[in-house]
Every structure is written in C-alpha cells, then in structure tokens.
C-alpha cells in the first residue's frame, strides 16, 4: 500500500514540480484526509521536507502542500524519548514542529532518511537527540532496506526475552 502512495505522490506531486521523493511517512494531521511528511530533493540538490495533505475529490486523489522547510534548516530532531516507543518527535526549524507518525517505526524511518540525506548533500552537523542509535545507524546488525520490519523484529525479540524470564521460576 504504501509504496502505491509513494507512487503516486511521485508521479503526481513531486514529478511535476522536477523532485525526487526519496521518503514519505504518514503523520497526524487535523481535519479530513490524511497527511504525510515527505522528503525530497530538488534538481539543484536542495533537500525539502514538505507537509503534505491527501485528499480524494470526486473519487480522484489530490495532495496539496501544507508546510515546506528545506533540510539545511533544520536545527534538530528531536525523538522525545529514546527508551520507549511512541511515534512523537519534534522537528526545531525557526520554530518548533510536533509531530505525530503513524509508528515508532516510521519515525525511525524519517529520521535515517533525513541523517542518510544530510550526509550526502549537505555534511552539516544535524542534531538527532533521543533516539536509539541502534536502529539510526546503517552499521547496525539489523540494518537493512527494509528497516522498519527490523525495528519491529527487534522489538519483538526484546518483548519475547522478557516474557520467557518473568516465566522462568526463580531458586
């Protein structure tokens, strides 16, 4: 599903307007529709981190451009809290944005892709604060294209250790 979204907003946003979307992640939005937060880079290789809003209108899909920073802006990202999962993150440009992704997963997601983008175009020190480098990190064991199953794989072994040493009898 999600890589019929990529598709389209692709061929239908950022095509047209000559940007690569390189990632997309959905977040909370308010009102109908859902949103997502895209990156992308431009012909002259500026990184743009663009709010996007999916709306369908007479059973066509249509997105609009809510918000649009650029990535050498952007101050820091900040997790919120690197030891437990939950889907909030902050983005600090000249002002403070509050995010909501859909998934821990998916924020992880965001935040690699951003760090990934930053090494290649603009090598600047981009502060990503409370996030578990673990799963940021591309010289991890569990990296790979397809991240997010990792991080949920991971996450799974964890909660499986854990349940098999609260059964173990203690002697």
Same mark, same amino acid.
């Given at each position: @599903?999600?890589? &019929?979204?990529?598709?389209?907003? +692709? /061929? ?10 390189? !990632? ?7 009102? +109908? ?11 002259? *290789?500026?990184?743009?981190?663009? @709010? ?9 899909? /249509?997105?609009?451009? &809510? ?13 919120? !809290? ?8 902050? @983005?600090?440009?000249? /002002?403070?944005?509050?995010? *909501? ?5 998916? /924020? ?17 020190? &981009?502060?990503?604060? $409370? ?21 949920? @794989? ?6 499986? $250790? ?10």
């Amino acid at each position: @599903m999600s890589s &019929l979204v990529k598709e389209d907003l +692709a /061929k239908r946003l950022f095509g047209p307007r000559r940007r690569r979307l390189q !990632e997309f992640i959905e977040v909370e939005g308010s009102g +109908a529709g859902r949103c997502y937060l895209c990156a992308a880079v431009t012909k002259s *290789e500026e990184v743009e981190i663009c @709010m996007v809003k999916h709306l369908r209108v007479d059973r066509e899909e /249509k997105y609009e451009i &809510l918000e649009k920073w650029f990535l050498k802006d952007l101050e820091m990202i900040d997790g919120k !809290e690197a030891d437990t999962d939950n889907p909030y993150f902050d @983005m600090h440009f000249h /002002k403070v944005y509050n995010l *909501e992704a859909y998934s821990c997963a998916s /924020k992880y997601t965001f935040a690699r892709t951003l760090s990934k983008l930053n090494e290649i175009y603009l090598k600047k020190d &981009l502060k990503i604060v $409370n996030f578990d480098d673990t799963y940021l990190n591309d010289d991890s064991i569990w990296s790979s294209n397809n991240r997010d199953c990792l991080v949920l @794989m991971r996450i799974c072994f964890y909660a499986s $250790n854990l349940l098999c040493l609260s059964l173990c009898p203690l002697s």
